[in-house]
């Protein structure tokens, strides 16, 4: 079964950058869909950016233009660029499954980003 976890999180001032990675202990090839999603402080998760086998991506509005997904399926590798980077960025972010049923045992730990103002 496929064990993911989140690295990469850290503080960081208004402006700046950070690149986030996903690593499955499994292989995620034969995952079409994988997709970083995001928790701020007393909010619900939401979806920030997806990207399939065949490299198409899609982004949520507030992160378009600043963000980029990738994936590498020879390393099982997910990531996520994060430039210019803003306050409202703070969240807990996860990676998972971008289709399909996602059960409540699939999430991680995540890892924390904290942008300052």
């Known amino acids: 079964q496929v064990q993911l976890v989140e690295s990469g999180g850290g503080w960081v001032q208004a402006g700046g950058s950070l690149r986030l990675s996903c690593a499955a202990s499994?292989?995620?090839?034969?995952?079409?869909?994988m997709g970083w999603y995001r928790q701020p402080p007393e909010k619900q998760r939401e979806r920030v950016a997806t990207i399939t086998t065949g490299g198409t991506t899609t982004y949520a509005n507030s992160v378009k233009g600043r963000f980029t997904i990738s994936r590498d399926n020879a390393e099982n590798t997910l990531y996520l660029q994060m430039n210019s980077l803003k306050p409202e960025d703070t969240a807990v972010y996860y990676c998972?499954?971008?289709?399909?049923?996602?059960?409540?045992?699939?999430w991680g730990k995540g890892t924390l980003v904290t942008v300052s103002s």
């Open positions: 998972n499954k971008a289709a399909g049923i996602i059960t409540a045992d699939s």
């Open positions: 499994g292989s995620i090839f034969s995952i079409n869909a």
